[in-house]
């Protein structure tokens, strides 16, 4: 069944789903959008009560619901270098062998692969550490950063819209580094460059980034590339970096001797905004 679920997302015709996915979700549909969104809470047990408004027949469009605030404190941050900046479960995380990473049993990829090709850039994550983390229907879907950082650099990778779901991360090889993707070098002046990768997936209408905006708005098939040496763009450990429309994954990247993970972590375990995904080795 797994590997039937798999073939058919080959057939499916995933952008033009997408772009329909997209009008639906900015559209202001009054009771027509409240029934959707009701019907959405209910289907994946979408917490409510964290959010700052609860109240379901506010939001007047899907987009606004999903990327919905939470309340202050709900998501409190450890006393940790490094934070888990999303709600979600882990894929893979641990140590990059070269410039390879684990994406699931039997599926590696490539630091050079999923930066859009740049070698001098993925060299510096050569022996480094990574980590994957997926985010559900269900989840929270603003993104945070996991330890304060200077933006360096935005790249938009085009590329396909494969689910970014388990059974789609075991059955479709390289797929974290052949989906559309946005990626975001950061640098932290007590931890060095560590890149945080936003990546697309079937009926995610848009990444945006705080400091752009909507980066996918109009999906083409050339690279793009943001430089922001000239620039003061500054965000502390815990604030907001970007949003996804609909579940998806980010996939950071950390220099070598950069980040020890907590030991507590593993493989599909949920985990949550704020709590400890690590310190710097002793």
Same mark, same amino acid.
């Given at each position: ?13 995933? $952008? ?9 979700? $900015? ?53 940790? =270098? ?15 062998? =070269? ?8 599926? $590696? ?29 269900? =989840? ?49 002046? %007590? ?27 109009? $999906? ?19 604030? %907001? ?22 030991? =507590?972590?593993?493989? %599909? ?14």
């Amino acid at each position: 069944m797994d590997r039937l679920k798999v073939l058919l997302q080959y057939a499916l015709p995933k $952008r033009h789903l997408t772009e329909i996915a997209g009008r639906f979700a $900015r559209a202001h549909g009054g009771s027509m959008t409240t029934r959707m969104i009701r019907w959405f809470v209910g289907r994946y047990g979408v917490d409510m009560t964290e959010a700052e408004n609860p109240e379901v027949a506010s939001y007047t469009s899907f987009n606004e619901f999903f990327t919905r605030p939470l309340r202050a404190g709900v998501r409190p941050l450890a006393a940790s =270098d490094f934070i888990c900046p999303v709600d979600g479960a882990i894929s893979q995380f641990g140590a990059i062998d =070269d410039h390879h990473m684990l994406q699931a049993k039997g599926h $590696r990829f490539t630091t050079t692969d999923l930066l859009g090709g740049d070698p001098a850039l993925a060299d510096q994550f050569g022996h480094g550490s990574f980590a994957n983390l997926y985010l559900s229907p269900r =989840d929270y879907h603003r993104i945070h950063m996991p330890c304060a950082g200077k933006l360096k650099r935005m790249i938009y990778v085009p590329g396909a819209l494969f689910s970014v779901n388990p059974i789609t991360a075991r059955g479709v090889p390289n797929l974290f580094a052949r989906n559309e993707r946005v990626v975001c070098i950061f640098e932290s002046p %007590e931890h060095g460059l560590f890149a945080m990768v936003l990546v697309g997936a079937t009926i995610v209408g848009s990444m945006a980034t705080v400091w752009h905006g909507v980066v996918n708005a109009k $999906r083409g098939n050339q690279v793009s590339d943001w430089v922001y040496d000239d620039q003061e763009i500054e965000l502390g450990k815990g604030e %907001e970096m970007g949003r996804f429309l609909l579940g998806s994954t980010v996939v950071m990247l950390f220099k070598q001797g950069t980040i020890t993970f907590n030991k =507590d972590w593993a493989p %599909e375990r949920p985990v949550r905004l704020g709590e400890q995904m690590g310190d710097r080795p002793a």
